[in-house]
């Protein structure tokens, strides 16, 4: 499995952003997609989890209500639309293939986002 995010970049508080994971690898389909983010001198933080098949997409509360995990499953893209963002949003933002219980098996390069007040 290999994952490839982009999207980040520098925006002022209370924009937007849309970052994009595309998947590729024969069993891709096997896994769930999460993304994660690890600011400056902080621990890996996990965000929100999809799957390629349905069901609903799981948001950690420190996101939920302003960040929107989707997906193309034609494109085998997963997107992460991020709305109001403020300052301590700043973070590289990863990608991730989860195995049962949300365990991340393989990552993506990583995009960073920075958000200035």
């Known amino acids: 499995v290999q994952l490839q995010a982009s999207g980040g970049g520098n925006v002022q508080a209370g924009g937007s952003l849309r970052l994009s994971c595309a998947a590729s690898?024969?069993?891709?389909?096997?896994?769930?997609i999460g993304w994660f983010r690890q600011a400056p001198g902080k621990e890996r933080e996990f965000l929100t989890a999809?799957?390629?098949?349905?069901?609903?997409?799981y948001y950690e509360d420190s996101v939920k209500g302003r960040f929107t995990i989707s997906r193309d499953t034609a494109k085998s893209t997963v997107y992460l639309q991020m709305n109001s963002l403020q300052p301590e949003d700043t973070a590289v933002y990863y990608c991730a293939a989860l195995a049962r219980a949300l365990r991340p098996e393989y990552w993506g390069q990583g995009t960073l986002v920075t958000v200035s007040s």
């Open positions: 999809i799957t390629w098949t349905g069901g609903s997409p």
């Open positions: 690898g024969r069993t891709v389909s096997n896994y769930g």
